[in-house]
């Protein structure tokens, strides 16, 4: 989509991050999540994002509108290997990995190729960076992010059930080599 544009969110820009914390908390109280996020807490975890971008290692990604509205917004940086990500790191083998963390479209304006150009944002950030590999999970049940996956040449490589307040969910994890 061509007069959409993808940009880093300028976290000095007050309106910007109240309207990508919007966003969030909106695209991730739908399907397949139904998770509740109140305007506080989407904007503590859009917050949260701005440690990742430290020495360069992660960039927050916005998409905006013709009118200015941002409707997209995407979270990449490098892998962190981490006790709970053993397994992962593991299969994702050697090398220097980029993690593909959150993605939202605005539920109005779905279809229309925005993940696809807030993704192709993160692995040409992920190519900057040297990495050889690009991963991602979402829940078994998230049919469009794993089409988007499928589509874009990810494969499935790890599985992973996880128990969250008593209420298990499964994760499928996703990679593609960059080079
Ligand atoms: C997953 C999500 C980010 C996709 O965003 P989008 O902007 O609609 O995706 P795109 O338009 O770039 O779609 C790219 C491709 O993904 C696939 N796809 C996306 N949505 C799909 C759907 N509902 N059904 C089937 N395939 C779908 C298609 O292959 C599509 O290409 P096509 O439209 O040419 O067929 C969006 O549905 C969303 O925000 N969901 C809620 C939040 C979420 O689950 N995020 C992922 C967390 S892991």
């Given at each position: 989509m061509s007069e959409i544009k993808v940009e880093e969110l300028n976290y000095r820009k007050k309106q910007d991050v109240e309207e990508t914390a919007k966003l969030h908390g909106t695209a991730f109280s739908g399907?397949?999540?139904f998770e509740h996020w109140p305007l506080e807490e989407s904007l503590k975890e859009v917050h949260s994002w701005?440690?990742?971008k430290k020495n360069g290692r992660g960039k927050v990604f916005v998409a905006r509108a013709?009118?200015?509205?941002?409707i997209g917004l995407a979270v990449g940086h490098l892998h962190q290997p981490t006790k709970h990500s053993k397994e992962v790191s593991q299969k994702l083998g050697k090398g220097k990995h980029y993690y593909l963390r959150k993605i939202a479209t605005h539920p109005d304006f779905l279809r229309r190729g925005i993940a696809k150009a807030l993704t192709a944002a993160r692995l040409k950030h992920a190519q900057k960076l040297n990495c050889t590999k690009v991963y991602g999970w979402t829940s078994v049940d998230n049919t469009p992010k794993i089409e988007q996956f499928e589509k874009e040449g990810f494969r499935d490589f790890h599985r992973e059930v996880t128990k969250t307040g008593g209420v298990k969910s499964e994760r499928g994890y996703y990679n593609k080599r960059l080079k």
């Open positions: 399907y397949p999540w701005k440690a990742l013709p009118d200015g509205r941002i």
